[in-house]
């Protein structure tokens, strides 16, 4: 009785500290990959001191343990540590899970299964890669790394990398799916991908099926697109005038971009592009955009416009500048001015023209000027120019220039006396030295001592032509000649912009 009662007791005891032990064991399942030969499914598990694993396979809900099924059994040694599941399909989501008698299962992986489809903006040579998480990975998934090749390649070509959630555990979403595009592939190329999952240990890896995908026929046509004009209006805010090709359809969007580099105005390194408006494609061909966040007076401006094509690599513009007109008088009467403008090609052979501007009308002043003038223009202002003178420089395309505006003194001056007879031309009539009066509120009246008028004029003298008579009195009233002797005159005008009234009155001598 004893003796029955002791051997159980060893028994217990032996069992229970078996038991122990292969609780104390854990089968890990490191690896459920894709052989990139045969493109069948490989198990890879650590190895433990136990004779076999049992695996387990899940095909359809596999968010629970209690659906995994068993499917093999493996003995093992130190040189056996994976399986390769002949009956699976490597275009299905596999979960397995592995265990022996006394440790349950281990936590699932799956397969991963890269799906090629068409580009959801449709482009023919661009295409969708989609695939599901690979889960419980060790030491955690870190990324999962892209790969492609052509029919022409012998290897496969990293592409990219993204980052990955890891998720661990039964309770996953199998519907999850992660999602890269690839634009602007080859045309009518045949293209092979798969996925490498990594984690952040680097010292584990899945590898995905291989997905194929076959390009179409994309446009892949580049685009001209032309700055045409980069012209300011109004001092106010610059328009950008440009035009593309005329085919159908090159590309959706039309962006503008503006340097923001805050370079000094002779330096054209560094550019620092930022979008700053788009234009939707139109079927003329032609965009007008307008940037009033501008100072054109004083800066010059570098403009590109982008090409955006969903199908297709973008194309860019020629890079332009505005014309930048700057100057201020030097003498008396002397204006000198100076103009800048730069582009991308270069701009050598643009010729311009300089223009007065006088009530909003250009009078030309003088052309055959390039962009890379270095000397000041010296230009002297007209007679009827106003106190206040604005210029103008146009090119050859018709693009403007900011409206420099250059001050003058108002000035009127009348001699004491003068002789008709006198050898000096200048000295032959009486008339007032005066400059910027408006021809229309001009009015110049010459009277005798008794107060009878003797000469009227309502234009102004025209300043340096001494034989024109407009303006000029003669020392004649009613073709005869007006003794000699004290006269008076009374003056009245507007200068030429129009803001200022200017009246007076004096006496001269006529001289015999």
């Not at 420089?393 to 000035?411: F, R, T, W």
Request: some cysteine; proline content about 4%; glycine content about 4%.
């Amino acid at each position: 009785m004893c003796l029955k009662r002791s051997f159980l007791i060893l028994f217990i005891s032996l069992s229970f500290h078996f038991l122990m032990n292969a609780q104390q064991k854990e089968l890990v399942l490191k690896e459920v990959s894709v052989m990139e030969s045969s493109q069948q499914i490989k198990l890879t598990w650590k190895f433990e001191d136990i004779d076999s694993v049992t695996i387990y396979k899940c095909v359809n809900q596999c968010n629970d343990g209690n659906y995994y099924y068993r499917v093999a059994k493996v003995k093992m040694d130190s040189s056996n540590l994976e399986w390769i599941d002949r009956d699976a399909q490597s275009t299905a989501i596999h979960y397995y899970s592995i265990g022996w008698t006394y440790s349950g299962k281990s936590d699932p992986l799956c397969n991963m299964v890269l799906n090629t489809n068409v580009s959801e903006d449709g482009c023919h040579n661009s295409v969708l890669l989609s695939w599901n998480p690979y889960i419980n990975m060790i030491d955690s998934l870190d990324c999962y790394k892209i790969f492609y090749r052509t029919n022409t390649d012998s290897s496969f070509i990293f592409l990219d990398s993204i980052h990955g959630e890891h998720y661990s555990g039964y309770f996953f979403a199998p519907s999850l799916k992660l999602q890269y595009p690839i634009r602007f592939l080859e045309n009518n190329t045949k293209y092979e991908f798969f996925i490498q999952a990594v984690n952040k240990t680097k010292t584990n890896s899945s590898f995905s099926n291989i997905a194929k995908f076959e390009t179409d026929f994309e446009n892949t046509k580049p685009v001209l697109i032309e700055i045409l004009c980069v012209s300011v209006i109004e001092n106010a805010y610059i328009q950008i005038d440009i035009n593309t090709d005329t085919f159908i359809n090159p590309f959706q969007k039309l962006y503008l971009y503006r340097d923001e580099s805050a370079k000094p105005v002779d330096s054209k390194d560094f550019l620092l592009f930022n979008k700053i408006d788009s234009l939707d494609y139109n079927i003329e061909n032609k965009y007008f955009f307008k940037d009033e966040n501008v100072t054109p007076n004083s800066k010059l401006y570098y403009y590109l416009a982008v090409a955006n094509n969903q199908c297709k690599s973008n194309d860019s513009s020629n890079i332009q500048t505005n014309i930048l007109l700057y100057g201020d008088r030097t003498e008396k009467y002397l204006d000198s001015i100076q103009f800048k403008q730069d582009g991308f090609p270069e701009m050598e052979h643009d010729s311009y023209e300089l223009f007065r501007v006088v009530n909003h009308i250009g009078f030309f002043i003088t052309d055959g000027l390039h962009r890379n003038t270095t000397t000041f223009i010296d230009v002297t202002p007209f007679i009827d120019d106003g106190d206040v003178v604005k210029y103008q420089i146009k090119s050859e395309q018709g693009c403007y220039s900011n409206s420099l505006i250059v001050a003058h003194d108002p000035i009127i001056e009348f001699p004491n006396a003068f002789y008709p007879q006198s050898n000096n031309v200048e000295n032959q009539t009486f008339y007032p030295i005066i400059r910027f009066p408006s021809d229309s509120h001009y009015l110049f009246i010459i009277y005798n001592q008794w107060g009878q008028e003797l000469f009227r004029s309502t234009l102004p003298p025209v300043y340096g032509d001494y034989l024109n008579m407009q303006g000029r009195w003669n020392g004649k009233f009613q073709g005869k000649d007006c003794p000699p002797g004290m006269y008076a005159f009374n003056i009245s005008y507007r200068y030429n912009d129009g803001t200022k009234k200017y009246s007076n009155s004096g006496t001269f001598m006529l001289m015999r």
